[in-house]
């Protein structure tokens, strides 16, 4: 089987360029053939606003290249992680122009909100949901603030919805969660086309160590929507007994020794994997106190992969992810105060944390290992191929080809 895994990556490396990168290394670990296209958000700098947005509805360019990679590399599955908004929906036309299956990866919630995390005004927003058009992202400005970059995204998802592209040009879509799969559908998406497939860790072989730091941990983005401003709030409630250690950066990243004056919060900027692998499996817990649904956050699988439980937000992904009381606590969303007293009974109870992590442990080798999330993968790329086979033997036929 040869693949074509199709990438448009961040200006900054987050979770979605981290598990596409993973998913190649796991393919290729199994003899699997994977030819890669990239773009970067990088190269936007360079290049207008107008033609940014008439890119993001049809990229000439995309077309013409993914036609000829799959063309003469001979790929049998286009697997599509990020589209926007270099490449465009063109990529689902040039793979089918070829006759190669296509699989979409739903990372984030773009196909059905311009702003791609169903958050508007410090809370969840489900205002463009179902919507042929999506007005209210528009007035709203919800895609970087921008009333032009806002109309554009608009103007990409009723173009494509109009066109019938999710449903006539990809063969199956992952989604990363059932809560997830639940919000597509209810937005339109084809339910029989949706598999749910969650991310996974590449895990150590040995047992996580049972001896734990005074430590709690944040890794991820630091931006309003992650709930970094509750994160800090708690700490200070909390006191200085409790230290947090934060792994990232991003605009709320500490400026001018901002927050650096709360000696028992220590900011790390960004760390390798690996040391980030560390940090886990000796802190008591760690913390994600996101704002969003999120897709499926990279961090609280690799949690669990070192045995760590997590106190997360009671929402979304998070809130299907993360069992209360069994592979670490929710807390109130955006609630500094409920935070700040799930971590002190954290802190007061380190046997019972110690058998969540346990738990935790159990969860990820049942669901979150490298080995069972390939035979997934291979089995929806089998599907698609039959897929695809199917809908073009019904081209060929000039039968009525299903939608839905």
């Known amino acids: 089987m040869r693949v074509l895994m199709v990438h448009n990556e961040y200006q900054m490396a987050g979770g979605e360029d981290e598990s596409t990168r993973v998913e190649e290394e796991l393919l290729r670990s199994h003899g699997v053939t994977v030819e890669s296209y990239r773009v970067s958000n990088k190269q936007i700098s360079g290049t207008g606003g107008i033609s940014t947005a008439a890119n993001a509805i049809w990229s000439r360019k995309t ?50 909100c311009p702003n791609a995390l169903f958050f508007r005004d410090g809370s969840a927003c489900e205002d463009c949901l179902g919507r042929s058009v999506p007005w209210p ?25 109009a066109l019938k592209t ?17 919000k597509f559908v209810k ?70 020794g901002a927050y650096l004056k709360e000696p028992h919060i220590e900011f790390l900027g960004q760390r390798p994997v690996s040391e980030v692998a560390d940090l886990m499996e000796r802190s008591r817990s760690l ?21 760590t439980p997590v106190i997360a937000s009671r929402l979304g992904a998070m809130a299907e992810i993360v069992a209360d009381g069994v ?54 790329y089998r599907r698609a191929l039959v897929s695809s086979a199917k809908i073009a033997a019904a081209y060929e036929s000039h039968t009525q080809v299903p939608e839905n």
């Not at 793979?95 to 196909?111: D, H, I, M, P, W």
């Open 63 to 112: 077309y013409s290249r993914v036609r000829a990679v799959v063309r003469e590399k001979k790929c049998d599955v286009v697997h599509v992680q990020n589209f926007f908004p270099l490449i465009s929906p063109a990529v689902y036309y040039a793979a089918k122009s070829e006759g190669a299956a296509v699989v979409q990866t739903l990372r984030n919630y773009r196909l059905l």
């Open 137 to 161: 992202a528009v007035i709203h400005r919800c895609y970087r603030g921008s009333l032009a970059a806002s109309g554009a995204v608009a103007a990409m998802l009723m173009v494509h919805r």
């Open 166 to 182: 999710w449903s006539r040009r990809v063969d199956v879509f992952i989604a990363l969660t059932e809560f997830a799969s639940e």
């Open 187 to 256: 937005g339109g998406f084809p339910a029989r086309k949706i598999v749910v497939k969650p991310n996974f860790a590449f895990a150590r072989n040995d047992i996580a160590r049972s001896v734990r730091d005074d430590h709690f941990l944040y890794v991820g983005r630091l931006s309003e929507e992650k709930g970094i401003a509750t994160l800090f709030d708690a700490w200070r409630i909390v006191g200085q007994d409790c230290r947090l250690k934060i792994v990232g950066t991003g605009p709320l990243a500490p400026v001018n």
């Open 287 to 307: 913390v994600f106190p996101s704002l969003v649904y999120e897709g499926m956050p990279r961090t609280i699988i690799e949690a669990f992969a070192t045995g």
């Open 327 to 380: 592979t670490g606590i929710h807390f109130e969303l955006g609630s500094a105060a409920d935070l700040a007293a799930k971590v002190k009974w954290a802190w007061n109870h380190p046997a019972e944390m110690e058998a969540m992590g346990r738990a935790a442990r159990r969860e990820y080798e049942t669901k979150y290992t490298a080995e069972r999330n390939y035979k997934l993968l291979i089995d929806i």
